[in-house]
Structure formats: structure tokens, C-alpha cells
Nanobody, 116 residues
Framework: QVQLVESGGGLVQAGGSLRLSCAAS????????MGWYRQAPGKQRELVAD???????NYADSVKGRFTISRDYAKNRVELQMNSLKPEDTAIYYC??????????WGRGTQVTVSS
């Protein structure tokens, strides 16, 4: 069973940038898709961005043009570059991997706080 550890969160001013990283304990080659999700207080967890094994990417409308998801098979990492951050991006960000059997694996999350 793969374990995921997120890092890179923190406090940043509006307009700033952060780069989140998700380190997997096993090869990510066998996963169908890898993604970043977020959950703000009082809200449901939502998809921020994901990338398939074939390299196709998908972004939430609210982050298009500002966030970029990438993966590094050699390092077993999935990263999220976040630019032009807004206060509404404040949330706990989770890394999630889905295998071909549709089983999902989650990290514990990293807090991102954007001040106005």
C-alpha cells in the first residue's frame, strides 16, 4: 500500500506563489491518475487538478491559468505549482492517487493559507 506525504504548504500573501509536493512511498507508474484536492473549512473536498498516466491534465475552473500539476516518475512525486494565489485558495491540500482498480490513496494534507 502506497503512503503519501505532502509538503510545501504555508502562509503567503495574496498574489504570491507556493509549490506543493507529494512524495509517494512506492512507484507511481502503476497509478491511473494523480491529483491534488483541497478542503476549506465548512466545505467539501474538491478536485483542484489531476494528471493521468497518459499525461492529460484537468483543472478546476477556479485555478485554471494559475496552477500547474506535474509528476516526476523518477522521484515518485506529484507537484502543484500555485501562482497568483487568492484568499479563496486557503484550504488543506491533499494529494490523491487512484489505481486502475479505482482505489484511492490519500496523504494527510498540507495547510495553505493566503492572506489578503
Amino acid at each position: 500500500q502506497v503512503q503519501l506525504v505532502e509538503s510545501g504548504g504555508g502562509l503567503v500573501q495574496a498574489g504570491g506563489s507556493l509549490r506543493l509536493s507529494c512524495a509517494a512511498s512506492a512507484s507511481i507508474l502503476s497509478f491511473a491518475s494523480m491529483g491534488w484536492y483541497r478542503q476549506a473549512p465548512g466545505k467539501q473536498r474538491e478536485l483542484v487538478a489531476d494528471i493521468t498516466s497518459g499525461g492529460s491534465t484537468n483543472y478546476a475552473d477556479s485555478v485554471k491559468g494559475r496552477f500547474t500539476i506535474s509528476r516526476d516518475y523518477a522521484k515518485n512525486r506529484v507537484e502543484l505549482q500555485m501562482n497568483s494565489l487568492k484568499p479563496e485558495d486557503t484550504a488543506i491540500y491533499y494529494c490523491g492517487l487512484t489505481n486502475w482498480g479505482a482505489n484511492q490513496y490519500w496523504g494527510r494534507g498540507t495547510q495553505v493559507t493566503v492572506s489578503s
